[in-house]
């Protein structure tokens, strides 16, 4: 058996979340940045999580294990703003991995959204729970010393998603370089890094937030740029236009909850970060896997590469976002 297995095995056992007998991990799909499996043990079954170094596409892209670490304490953070939130953690494993509790009956929103089934009341929840966690930690000293993952963001986002477009793009060069200047420079609230439709769980009481590899004490305005994208991509790709209306929900609510800074500054950043990010999943180190079409690529390609350029508000970008071509 591979050591690493044997040792999440071991800390299992340690934790009491596993008994002596066989042990059975059973993989589950997951991203491209880590390994994941149920367990099913004796306080019934479990999630174990554990980050890769290299991860799962097909340019080169490595990243810190310790990442595992700074999840589990976004996670625990996020818990003591709204225990709703996310999942709880059950023990912290070798290898930086970790064991939170499995949620049956939660399905996958990015599931839901492409089974047809878009509920823009839903978006407006995760919009409330992302303002959440960053109205709780906006401006906190405890907070911003928690987490010191800046090189963390960098190698899982700021070098990927823009710097990795801008090598490509000279035109649109000076925006990328000064938004990702602008996004490692700027501390303002916890970030979860990576709010995206298949890092949600729709769970009884709300939205569920999962992977908080990319954590880090940042800029606000990436978590919400980051979901959005998200949504206008899948707008194009499914051609449903309830997506840009669960967009637009999305938006609203987060607008409402912002109180720690002008909610027009924070918008016109989130306008600016859609439009990299829009283009970053279609140039970028890490495409969006669904958009292979090249018409539909196209679309927002070229939507992105005017906005980069000229940038509006997020609730504008929304509002005016294209999912066929003119």
Known sequence: METATADIIAGLRAAG????????????????????????????????KRPLEQLRVAAEWHAPVERGASEVRWLRRARGVDPHLVPEVL????????????????PVWKDELIAGRVDPAFAAAVGRGIVAVHAAT??????????PTDAMFRALRVDPFLLFVAQKDA?????????????SSRKVALVHGDVSPKN?????????????EC????????????????????????????????????????????????????????????????????????????LTDSHHKQIVREQARALLLAPTPIDALVANWKRTKE
Do not use: Q
Request: aromatic fraction near 8%.
């Open 17 to 48: 979340l596993a008994g002596e007998g066989e042990v059975v991990l059973e993989p589950l799909t997951g991203g491209v940045s880590c390994d994941v499996w149920r367990v099913d043990g004796p306080a019934g079954p479990i999630v174990v």
């Open 91 to 106: 023990a912290e494993l070798p290898g930086h991995g970790f064991a939170m509790r499995f949620l049956p009956d939660c």
């Open 138 to 147: 906006a401006n906190s000293a405890a907070d911003r010393d928690a987490f």
């Open 171 to 183: 035109e649109r060069a000076p925006a990328l370089y000064a938004l990702a200047d602008d996004l």
């Open 200 to 212: 949600i769980l729709v769970g009884a009481d709300g939205p569920v937030f999962l992977d908080a």
């Open 215 to 290: 954590a880090v004490y940042g800029d606000p305005a990436f978590d919400l740029a980051f979901c959005t994208t998200h949504l206008l991509l899948k707008a194009v790709w499914l051609g449903n236009e309830r997506l840009g209306e669960a967009a637009a929900a999305l938006v609203e609510t987060y607008r409402a909850g912002i109180d720690w800074e002008d909610a027009d500054a924070l918008a016109l950043r989130a306008g600016k970060l859609t439009a990299a990010l829009l283009l970053a999943r279609v140039e970028g180190k890490s495409p969006a896997p669904y």
